[in-house]
């Protein structure tokens, strides 16, 4: 499985961006999917999370009423819609997907759970 990033950017406080991740091998939607970031100097942190199926998401309390995560499983892809960006949104966002065979559900936010990543695009928020 491969993931593509794309559509970061240099973007002003309170502007919007939306990221796009495009897979292209396995089955699309046999994999629950999560975007991450990773601020500069620290650790790298889950942002969102929906289920293979869609129905499910998960957000980091931080980003809830701003950013939302959704998926095309007939387009092989997951975006995230940032709204009212901040300067502590200034990161790099990863893509991340992982096989959930059994549960259609399931949502993912241990970094560790994930099996493939993309190769990350850097969203700058200036103030």
């Known amino acids: 499985v491969q993931l593509q990033a794309s559509g970061g950017g240099l973007v002003q406080t309170g502007d919007s961006l939306r990221l796009s991740c495009a897979a292209s091998g396995g089955t699309f939607s046999s994999y629950a999917l999560g975007w991450f970031r990773q601020p500069p100097g620290k650790e790298r942190e889950f942002v969102a999370g929906i289920s293979r199926s869609g129905s499910r998401t998960n957000r980091l309390d931080s980003v809830k009423g701003r950013f939302t995560i959704s998926r095309d499983n007939a387009k092989n892809t997951v975006s995230l819609q940032m709204n009212s960006l901040k300067p502590e949104d200034t990161a790099v966002y990863y893509c991340?997907?992982?096989?959930?065979?059994?549960?259609?559900?399931?949502?993912?936010?241990?970094?560790?759970?994930?099996?493939?990543w993309g190769q990350g695009t850097q969203v700058t928020v200036s103030s």
């Open positions: 991340a997907s992982v096989l959930s065979a059994w549960n259609s559900g399931s949502v993912y936010v241990n970094e560790n759970e994930y099996r493939y």
